[in-house]
């Protein structure tokens, strides 16, 4: 059976101090991510994209509806899941390659062969030489690129990534999106991908979800059958752009 | 510029000479600064009392601290990080702490001589408290430091509890425990110095070897005491200000 990620009826309401307080941040999701896809979610800031993740990630409680894992309710953090942060979250005091071995290390693989393989990701994201240095002393592309290893070597079965390039000027992420899909091609992970970015978007799924403002749900799904390397200016990619923004506008 | 920073120094030790050579301070009550250097090569050849070498009782002096203070190390540590990690701990324990630490450690006095009688135990019992206080206090707010998202980082990739104590609450805390040893220890060695000057069994220490200066009136050896506690209690400072850098360069 083929890997798939389910996602049904799922809700989500954070209770307040008093009765009134409580706000409902979806209102039933559903969608199916299905192996080797790219699937992003777009939706207006304060949507819960970001929470969603969590959900999946298992660090948020669900309040009601699933999240199956090739059939498997999900509840829980999980090897089967990573999450790629959007502020990094590297550990400070380790080092590159350390920060990049973590998952490993928890998974109790020997030092030895740990940093073999933390190497072999140094090398493929263009890391090399730097596997000394300090988080500090990396730029935020670089941050990202370990983020990303460290959540990969673990081979997850589903990768999940909040808004990676959030917080990169627009000449870096677009390096870091054709970085990523450069990844993604040889591997064919599944990525679900989060972010606000349109634009981002459309360059590097295979499917889009655009979800409503809260309390969300999911609008439409947008299936992209565009060859990559893509074009970010023709006229197929500019129609479901302004498809999207559309409905974004509309649910606004 | 070195010399800047030694011009103000020179000149009070100059003003000072001047002061004491001219009769305008008194001798009995403060010596001039030749005076104090010939009372400190006194306390290294001749001892105070007599036959009680200055070496002797720095050494007396730094085994107590060094006791106490590596006692409350091993207590304070573990505790702060028990407490920073879980609430259950910390609620439980919190009132109590909040309870003995206004007491100021040389309020202790009486009683740790009642305890442990007058001497080196005693000594190491007030340096503990000394610096129990802010090192536990220190690593409690260093786990409060770490970044949750790094908690969540490791719970992502399936991390036990005890990696995540160990591997990241351990190091993301021990800036702050840093901190708090460094506070810790200079606390640990003023009570030192006090705890000493209520006596000692063994008849060294550098609190006591001031003390008995006094009895017989030797201000000059009593200053020369105070110059060497002070330089001492900055090398220690200096050296865990080495240990501080090396150890977080991440940061």
């Known amino acids: 059976m083929a890997l798939k990620l389910e996602i049904s009826g799922l809700k989500k309401i954070y209770t307040g101090a008093a009765p009134g307080d409580a706000v409902q941040v979806f209102e039933g999701i559903d969608c199916i991510v299905e192996k080797g896809q790219f699937f992003t979610l777009v939706g207006p800031s304060g949507c819960g994209k970001t929470t969603l993740l969590r959900m999946i990630a298992g660090l ?33 005091w380790r080092k590159l390659l350390s920060n990049i071995e973590v998952g490993l290390e928890i998974k109790g693989v020997p030092a030895r062969e740990r940093q073999a393989e933390a190497m072999t990701y140094v090398e493929a994201f263009g890391l090399k030489g730097f596997e000394n240095r300090y988080p500090k002393e990396l730029s935020g592309g670089m941050k990202q690129r370990v983020a990303i290893a460290r959540a990969l070597i673990a081979n997850p079965q589903v990768v999940l990534m909040d808004e990676p390039f959030g917080s990169l000027d627009s000449q870096n992420r677009d390096k870091m999106q054709n970085f990523l899909l450069k990844i993604w091609g040889e591997r064919k992970d599944t990525i679900l991908f989060v972010t606000h970015n349109v634009d981002e978007a459309v360059y590097l799924s295979d499917r889009i979800a655009v979800m409503s403002p809260r309390p969300s749900k999911i609008l439409n799904i947008f299936d992209i059958n565009l060859k990559h390397p893509r074009d970010r200016t023709s006229l197929e990619a500019n129609r479901i752009r302004r498809d999207i923004l559309e409905l974004l506008d509309l649910a606004e | ?73 091993l207590t304070a540590i573990p505790l702060g990080l028990l407490m920073g990690w879980s609430h ?67 719970r992502v990739l399936n991390a036990s509890r005890r990696f ?18 460094r506070i810790g220890i200079g606390i640990g060695w003023m009570t030192l110095v006090a705890a000493e000057f209520t006596g000692v069994k063994q008849g060294y220490g550098l609190g006591y070897m001031i003390m008995t200066a006094r009895d017989i009136q030797r201000s000059d050896e009593i200053i020369a005491g105070m110059l060497v506690i002070g330089i001492i209690g900055l090398g220690i400072d200096a050296c865990l200000k080495t240990v501080e850098r090396q150890t977080i360069k991440w940061r």
Not at chain 2, 18 to 45: C, M
Not at chain 2, 97 to 116: K, T
């Open chain 1, 60 to 92: 948020e409680p669900i309040t009601a509806g699933n999240i199956l894992l090739n059939g498997e309710r999900l509840n829980d953090c999980n090897e089967n899941i990573g999450l790629v942060f959007q502020e990094y979250a590297l550990f400070p």
């Open chain 2, 1 to 73: 510029m070195i010399w800047k920073r030694l011009l103000p120094p020179v000149v009070l030790l100059l003003v000072w000479q001047g002061l004491s050579a001219s009769g305008i301070i008194p001798a009995y009550k403060l010596p001039s600064p030749v005076a104090v250097a010939a009372g400190l090569a006194d306390l290294i050849q001749t001892g105070m009392p007599p036959g009680h070498l200055l070496h002797v009782h720095i050494y007396y002096s730094l085994q107590r601290v060094l006791w106490g203070y590596a006692l409350a190390l």
């Open chain 2, 88 to 154: 259950t701990i910390r609620g439980l324990i919190e009132p109590l702490v909040e309870m003995i630490r206004p007491i100021p450690p040389l309020a202790w006095i009486p009683i740790a001589i009642l305890w442990f009688g007058i001497g080196s135990k005693s000594a190491a019992f007030i340096i503990f408290l000394g610096a129990f206080f802010p090192i536990l206090l220190n690593t409690i707010s260093g786990v409060h430091s770490i970044d949750p998202v790094l908690i969540e980082a490791a």
């Open chain 2, 164 to 181: 995540i104590f160990l591997k990241v609450l351990v190091p993301g805390a021990i800036p702050s425990i840093l901190t708090g040893m």
